[in-house]
């Protein structure tokens, strides 16, 4: 998973950090300034663990579902938005705080998740992907005592 503070201190920071790892955007960060500019956002994301799956909740409102894309290739997961040039508007602001335009942001599995089972909706502005535990690299933590 692509972590902003990893970056600067080279220290995992989290379980997910740990499980599944870092992934940065190296070429497609340098393609999507060049196709995007500074119009490539960044979407903040909160991840959630149950005892069966992992859960990415995206945050994106205003997004037209259809231009959404959700993939996972070589263990990566991979979400993207791309709006249309009628979507993008001519509306004029006067002031404008935030923008529905063109993110992605990609997540390394590392194997912790069964591919074929992963879920996703959008709704009320959140992106929801469930991504189901994978039973045989998910092992329990477990106590060790300390002599």
């Known amino acids: 998973m692509y972590n902003e503070n990893r970056c600067r201190t080279g220290k995992m920071n989290s379980r997910w950090d740990r499980n599944f790892g870092h992934h940065h955007h190296g070429k497609f960060a340098r393609h999507a300034e060049k196709m995007f ?28 579902k259809e231009n959404l894309k ?53 709704a009320d502005g959140i992106l929801k992907i469930t991504l189901p535990k994978n039973p045989e690299t998910n092992i329990p933590a477990k106590d060790i005592a300390v002599n």
Do not use: Q
């Open 70 to 122: 959700v993939i996972t290739k070589d263990d990566v997961l991979t979400v993207s938005y791309a709006p249309k040039e009628e979507d993008a508007g001519a509306e004029k602001f006067s002031r404008r705080e935030y923008s529905n335009g063109a993110f992605e942001r990609a997540f390394a599995l590392n194997g912790k998740v069964l591919s074929e089972n992963i879920a996703a909706k959008y």
């Open 37 to 64: 500019g500074d119009r490539l956002r960044r979407v903040p994301a909160n991840i959630e663990e149950t005892d069966d799956s992992f859960i990415i909740h995206l945050f994106a409102p205003a997004l037209v």
